[in-house]
């Protein structure tokens, strides 16, 4: 899949680069302000666990840059004629700038490069990230425990 490395969202420049292990920390402590805060009415988020799935993947993931500032992360996967968003975070001082929205409207335009017909996502119930997502277009199509599993279906 081919992803631009640069866009432009109301004139603030991002930039996109393949994640590094030197990013571990700056990736955690987005998720301890990001997800964590949602994952921890149900359990207890654990830094163990984040090591064994960064360290085991952290390649697949793409930083998010203003400069040389990280500000983000996605990542996203082929699998069974979909295209998964695997996570898409933004660093809360950059929320609502619209660089959100510009990615799932990029991960569409993947999904129909790659012809692909759905693009599949999970959210944690109580996590507001699912009105974002629904206002994208996305549908819950099932619930396990306390995750949602959102589709859309791409033209």
Same mark, same amino acid.
Not at 128 to 142: E, L, R
């Given at each position: ?12 420049? #991002?930039?996109?680069?393949?994640? !590094? ?27 163990? @666990? ?12 793409? #930083? ?16 069974? !004629? ?20 510009? @990615? ?17 996502? !999970? ?33």
């Amino acid at each position: 899949m081919k992803i631009k490395n640069k866009f432009f969202i109301n004139n603030i420049e #991002i930039k996109k680069r393949t994640c !590094q292990i030197t990013d571990r920390k700056f990736i955690l402590d987005l998720l301890k302000k990001t997800l964590f805060p949602y994952v921890s009415k149900y359990y207890k988020p654990s830094v163990k @666990l984040f090591d064994e799935r960064f360290y085991q993947d952290y390649k697949e993931r793409k #930083i998010l840059l203003r400069g040389t500032r990280r500000i983000g992360f996605f990542q996203i996967k082929k699998e069974n !004629q979909k295209l998964i968003i695997n996570g898409l975070f933004v660093s809360p001082a950059y929320q609502s700038k619209g660089i959100g929205k510009y @990615l799932m409207n990029y991960f569409e335009e993947i999904t129909k490069q790659e012809k692909l017909k759905i693009i599949e996502l !999970q959210v944690w119930d109580n996590n507001p990230a699912k009105y974002f997502y629904k206002k994208c277009g996305y549908k819950v199509v099932s619930r396990k425990k306390h995750k949602y599993t959102m589709t859309k279906n791409i033209n």
